[in-house]
C-alpha cells in the first residue's frame, strides 16, 4: 500500500525561502512519477512541479525559476524547494505518486494522472 506523508509547511515571510518534503512508502522513485499540487483557498488544485521515475522535471509557469522538486532515493523522499515566496504561492501543497511508467509529461500536469495523494502541508506567506 503506497503512502505519502508530506512535512514542514508554515507560516514565512514574502521572499523567504521554505522546504517541504513527501515520505513515500510503499513503492521506489525507480519507477515511481511524482508530483507536487497545490490549492489555495477558494480555488482549484492546481500543478505546482513532477519528476518522472526517468528524472525528466516540469514546473508551472507561476513556479519556473523560483521552486526546485527534487528526490532523495536512498530514503524515499520526495522534496520542494521554494524560494522567493510570494504571497500567492499560499496553498496547502499536496504530493502525489503516478504508478505508471508510461505516462507522456503532458500528463504529469493533470490530477486524474495521480494514483495516491499526500494528506496535504499548509504553507502560507505573509507581505
Known amino acids: 500500500q503506497v503512502q505519502l506523508v508530506e512535512s514542514g509547511g508554515g507560516l514565512v515571510q514574502a521572499g523567504d525561502s521554505l522546504r517541504i518534503s513527501c515520505t513515500m512508502s510503499?513503492?521506489?522513485?525507480?519507477?515511481?512519477?511524482m508530483g507536487w499540487f497545490r490549492q489555495a483557498p477558494g480555488k482549484e488544485r492546481e500543478f505546482v512541479a513532477a519528476v518522472q521515475w526517468s528524472g525528466g522535471i516540469y514546473y508551472a509557469d507561476s513556479v519556473q525559476g523560483r521552486f526546485t522538486i527534487f528526490r532523495d532515493k536512498t530514503n524515499n523522499v520526495l522534496y520542494l524547494q521554494m524560494n522567493n515566496l510570494k504571497p500567492e504561492d499560499t496553498a496547502v501543497y499536496f504530493c502525489a505518486a503516478d504508478a505508471d511508467q508510461g505516462s507522456f509529461a503532458w500528463r504529469l500536469r493533470a490530477e486524474a494522472t495521480y494514483d495516491h495523494w499526500g494528506q496535504g502541508t499548509q504553507v502560507t506567506v505573509a507581505s
Open positions: 510503499g513503492r521506489t522513485f525507480r519507477n515511481t512519477n
